[in-house]
């Protein structure tokens, strides 16, 4: 008698992976109407200098990894910046809304894929970082509170809006 065997096809055994946690909150369009009601937007282009690129480095104490800035000038005064920030494994998507002198207004995270952490889209939580200008420490634990379980989303989105407003003070505001 001759042995059987059961072949199972490797797209049966690929699809017990890990399930997707990918929650996509809003579009850059709905962030830009959320955080600036009837405003009209108009898309700038930036790309950071090496000495800016240094610069904000220097201002911020964090990274920056991409030297073109998603940018647009609100009609009612302000600019709107979209972004991306390290969560523990994946970018969270955000948005940061700023006054016509820099202080943020508000900010929305757009995106969020982490299995944990999705707490950091508490409207109480993101409003801590409302009225900071560039200079300002936005140290997490010390400034900003921490959120158990989104400690390195808590941590990457801090220091993603102290690079955002010193990308402000030093490329944009002069733009």
């Known amino acids: 008698m001759k042995a059987q065997f059961l072949l199972i096809p490797a797209a049966a055994i690929v699809c017990v992976a890990t399930p997707a946690y990918a929650k996509v909150y809003l579009s850059l369009e709905q962030a830009q109407q959320l955080m600036f009601p ?16 240094r610069a ?24 709107f910046i979209a972004d991306q920030v390290v969560g523990k494994h994946d970018f969270i ?3 940061v809304g700023l006054d016509d002198s820099g202080a943020v207004k508000s ?31 936005l140290t997490l634990t010390k400034d900003i509170q921490n959120i ?5 989303s808590s941590k990457h989105i801090t220091d993603g809006v102290r690079r955002l407003l010193a990308t402000y003070a030093i490329a944009i505001a002069s733009h």
């Open 93 to 95: 998507p955000i948005a």
């Open 38 to 53: 009837g405003a009209t937007f108009a898309q700038q282009t930036l790309t950071l200098t090496d000495d800016q690129a």
């Open 148 to 152: 158990s379980g989104a400690t390195l």
């Open 107 to 137: 900010i929305e995270i757009l995106e969020y894929r982490e299995a944990f952490g999705e707490q950091v889209r508490n409207p109480q939580w993101l409003a801590q970082f409302q009225g900071k200008r560039n200079g300002a420490t």
């Open 56 to 79: 904000i480095e220097k201002a911020s104490g964090t990274d920056v990894r991409n030297r073109q800035v998603q940018l647009w000038k609100v009609s009612t005064g302000g600019w």
